[in-house]
């Protein structure tokens, strides 16, 4: 079955400064690459996607790089501010394997005012 | 409004003592799923559903039970709970037919087994 690994498990950063979390992933055949943002007590929330076609994808402060032959993706954030301060979470997902989710461990992410 | 509605947010129980936790949707999702959320585990998945009357194992299933006889409700099933199955549990929900297969979570269930 799929694999997803997530570096770093804890990320510090100042204000302003760029965040970035990588992922790699074991099944050639996942072709849809959720990342969710998970704040204290709630549920964790789509931020940004990226499909298996597509190299790059951009929103507003938030970005998703992949790289299909290598098999790892990439969320970055610009301009952090307090709010970002969550856990972040990386996803897989193989239509191959019935839409099975596959999960990273998770990033928490600190910003310092 | 679009969700996916677990119940209860939070439960205390005593070992042994069947509970279920609810979870309904009203996407008209076809796919349903269950995870359990653990510190340094990440989200794990229970069991799934890809449409009704079909569900299958996902990656830790022992000691849970499922059922989707309805296309919106996925009710989770615990027939004798374990102080081991404590833990933070979401159901999930998604389309296939979506131009995005992301999922909707719902909000969450804590349990406590004591």
């Known amino acids: 079955g799929e694999n997803v690994e997530q570096h770093p498990s804890t990320l510090s950063v100042q204000e302003g400064d760029s965040a970035v979390i990588k992922c790699t992933y074991s099944d050639s055949a996942s072709n849809y690459f959720p990342w969710y943002k998970q704040e204290l007590g709630k549920r964790p929330q789509l931020i940004i996607d990226i499909r298996s076609n597509v190299g790059e994808k951009k929103d507003q402060r938030i970005a998703v790089t992949l790289n299909k032959t290598a098999k790892h993706f990439s969320l970055h954030i610009t301009e952090t501010q307090p709010e970002d301060s969550a856990v972040y979470f990386c996803?897989?997902?193989?239509?191959?394997?019935?839409?099975?989710?596959?999960f990273g461990g998770g990033t928490r992410v600190l910003v310092k005012p | 409004e679009a969700q996916v509605t677990q119940n209860p947010r939070y439960l205390i129980t005593v070992t042994g003592k069947k509970l279920t936790v609810t979870c309904s949707q009203n996407m008209n999702h076809e796919y349903m799923s269950w995870y359990r959320q653990d510190p340094g585990l990440g989200l794990r998945q229970i069991y799934y559903?890809?449409?009704?009357?079909?569900?299958d194992k996902g990656d830790v299933p022992e000691g849970y039970k499922v059922s989707r006889k309805e296309k919106r409700n996925f009710p989770l099933i615990l027939e004798s709970p374990s102080p081991n199955q404590t833990s933070l549990y979401f159901c999930a929900s998604s389309s296939f037919r979506e131009s995005n297969y992301g999922y909707t979570f719902g909000s969450g269930t804590r349990l406590t087994v004591v």
């Open positions: 559903s890809m449409n009704v009357e079909v569900t």
């Open positions: 996803a897989a997902l193989s239509w191959a394997a019935g839409n099975k989710l596959t």
